[in-house]
């Protein structure tokens, strides 16, 4: 059997290439039909700017929760030395669970335990007058849901490969545990913290299902920028392709700010 200069079989090569195509291609459509010559107006629109400005301010309080909450978390799957492998395996897997379940699930998850019914929401909204749902707050606590795992995962990576040796030798010398995690093992996973990071705002900005399901679609409130997508789509397509390609420019900047963080030995290459 041929093989190309590289040593890969046409067989797979042919697959490779169409995979490929499928990926690229509805990307470049976008770019190919979008309306440059109106996109300046599209975007500047009070609706559209009220939602992007609503989409960077709720993504960004999503990522600074996931950061107080997800390190640690991360730190305690891979530094715990106290765990049996099954617990561990089992809460790698709870934690991955946001990733595969379709974000709709996880709106409906958070309305049955936030809910002025739910589990929880039920006593907010009794002992404090609280109502979550459909608020600000409900964007916010949708998009940590689906975003955590992304810095919890980087993190857990980075703290496997990081040398051990440094964080030894600093509890040798009679640092505090506080202070290793301190001025140790958070510059040594620094790079993946800030990956972790960057994934996280951008899964929170592009996060829909979860939002649209659990803080509904209200203007100024909790409309963000997918769901002004979604919305546009259906009364003006060129405004929703604007947008989309808003989203998609975003996207790209954080895969630029991704290199040499995000497994360096395949992006760096």
């Known amino acids: 059997m041929r093989r190309t200069k590289r040593g890969v079989s046409p067989v797979i090569v042919v697959p490779a290439l169409v995979g490929l195509a499928f990926l690229v291609l509805p990307l470049v459509a976008l770019v190919v039909r979008a309306p440059?010559?109106?996109?300046?107006?599209?975007?500047?629109?009070?609706?559209?700017l009220t939602s992007l400005l609503l989409s960077l301010g709720t993504a960004s309080l999503a990522t600074a929760i996931c950061l107080v909450l997800g390190v640690p978390l991360a730190v305690l799957l891979a530094r715990s030395a106290h765990w049996h492998v099954v617990p561990r395996r089992l809460l790698r897997a709870l934690i991955t669970v946001p990733l595969v379940l379709p974000p709709v699930v996880g709106g409906v998850a958070l309305l049955l335990l936030l809910g002025r019914r739910g589990i929880i929401g039920q006593w907010l909204y009794a002992w404090f007058q609280i109502t979550i749902p459909f608020?600000?707050?409900?964007?916010?606590?949708?998009?940590?849901?689906?975003?955590?795992?992304?810095?919890?995962?980087?993190?857990?990576?980075?703290?496997?490969?990081s040398d051990r040796r440094f964080e030894l030798a600093a509890a040798t010398?009679?640092?505090?545990?506080?202070?290793?995690?301190?001025?140790?093992?958070?510059?040594?996973?620094?790079?993946?913290?800030?990956?972790?990071?960057?994934?996280?705002?951008?899964?929170?900005?592009?996060e829909f299902g979860a939002t649209i399901t659990f803080a509904g679609s209200f203007p100024g409130t909790t409309q963000t920028l997918p769901v002004t997508t979604y919305?546009?789509?259906?009364?003006?397509?060129?405004?929703?392709?604007?947008?989309?390609?808003?989203?998609?420019?975003?996207?790209?900047?954080?895969?630029?700010?991704?290199?040499?963080?995000w497994l360096p030995g395949v992006t760096g290459s």
């Not at 996207?251 to 290199?259: I, T």
């Open 36 to 48: 440059w010559g109106s996109i300046v107006q599209i975007v500047m629109k009070h609706e559209v």
């Open 135 to 161: 608020t600000p707050a409900a964007v916010i606590l949708a998009q940590v849901f689906v975003a955590m795992p992304f810095l919890v995962l980087a993190v857990e990576g980075a703290l496997r490969t």
């Open 173 to 206: 010398l009679g640092a505090s545990r506080w202070h290793v995690f301190r001025r140790v093992t958070l510059p040594l996973v620094g790079p993946g913290v800030s990956a972790g990071a960057l994934l996280c705002f951008t899964r929170s900005l592009g």
């Open 231 to 261: 919305l546009e789509l259906q009364r003006d397509p060129d405004a929703a392709i604007a947008l989309s390609l808003l989203l998609l420019a975003v996207a790209v900047v954080v895969l630029v700010g991704l290199r040499d963080r």
